[in-house]
């Protein structure tokens, strides 16, 4: 199968389309990479790389992290497409920053996320780290200039 209609909307998903999944509850979905999507015993399923909410990690309280941002792993699973609920989009952090306007399904990703080792990884992207504080950047706080030497942000 090269596509599929998620139930009750007209949103046609493929591979390579990131994907909100149903976690159940009061829960916020699960985000998803769609790897394939395949004909089941009966249901069409998927082949997901997953994405992990910061507060599922051990950096869900550190200052870097927006509460938009996701870790790409290379945790794998198969399910069934019928648990998918809506596209949505995970930019690179910079075309993150120059929306116009942020919707509910707009996220981004710095890093990669090691779901053994617990260790976070921004691969050959380099994560910019600014001022005195040497932090990268989080969009959801302020960042003042420096009135130091460096006059950086």
């Not at 306007?101 to 617990?118: A, L, N, V």
Request: aromatic content about 12%; proline content about 4%; glycine content about 8%.
């Amino acid at each position: 199968m090269s596509s599929y209609t998620i139930k009750g909307t007209n949103q046609t998903i493929r591979g390579g389309d990131t994907v909100l999944f149903n976690a159940g509850g009061n829960e916020l979905p699960y985000v998803g990479l769609v790897k394939e999507i395949t004909l089941g015993r009966s249901d069409p399923e998927v082949t997901v790389a997953w994405f992990y909410r910061p507060r599922d990690t051990c950096y869900a309280n550190a200052k870097f992290i927006g509460k938009d941002e996701l870790f790409y792993s290379k945790h794998i699973d198969n399910l069934s497409a019928e648990t998918i609920i809506g596209k949505c989009v995970v930019h690179h952090f910079t075309d993150y920053l120059d929306l116009k306007s942020i919707g509910p399904t707009d996220f981004y990703c710095r890093y990669r996320y090691d779901y053994i080792t617990k260790n976070l990884d921004a691969g050959r992207d380099k994560v910019a780290v600014y001022c005195i504080c040497e932090l990268p950047n989080n969009p959801d706080r302020a960042m003042i200039k420096c009135e130091g030497s460096c006059h950086d942000w």
